[in-house]
């Protein structure tokens, strides 16, 4: 794949900035998972909406618990999206940016812009369910 400077550095610098997106989006329904609870680097929060007796799951309200359930979905989501994103900004300085992960072609540049964590061509995409 030919990529001047320019597309180069555009395509870094919309890595970076979705990279920061995703990580404060991270933060509004996660927080980091030092204890290892959970796969991931981030345990998704648990929303408390009022009785701080409450100790036993069967005193949480409903939409608390359906609030962490969705917190579990997108902590899951983002994390997977953040670890693409990490993965392409690994590949940019080792040269193998824009090359299939899976058939090792090209991606094309116009793929790129439109999803610079790509990793795989739309082929290989669609027979990886991506």
Known sequence: MIMNQEEFNNIRQNLELEKTRIEKALQGVSHADERDHVPGEHEPTFP?????????????????????????????????????????????????????????????????????AALYCLQCAQHEGE
């Open 48 to 116: 408390d909406y009022g009785d701080d007796n409450a100790t036993e799951l069967e005193d949480n309200s409903p939409n608390e618990v359906a609030d962490f359930a969705r917190n579990v979905s997108v902590t899951g989501d983002l994390e997977h999206e953040l670890e693409r994103i990490k993965k392409a900004l690994r590949r940019l300085p080792e040269g193998d940016y824009g090359r299939c992960v899976r058939c090792k072609k090209e991606i094309p540049l116009a793929r790129l812009k439109v999803y610079p």
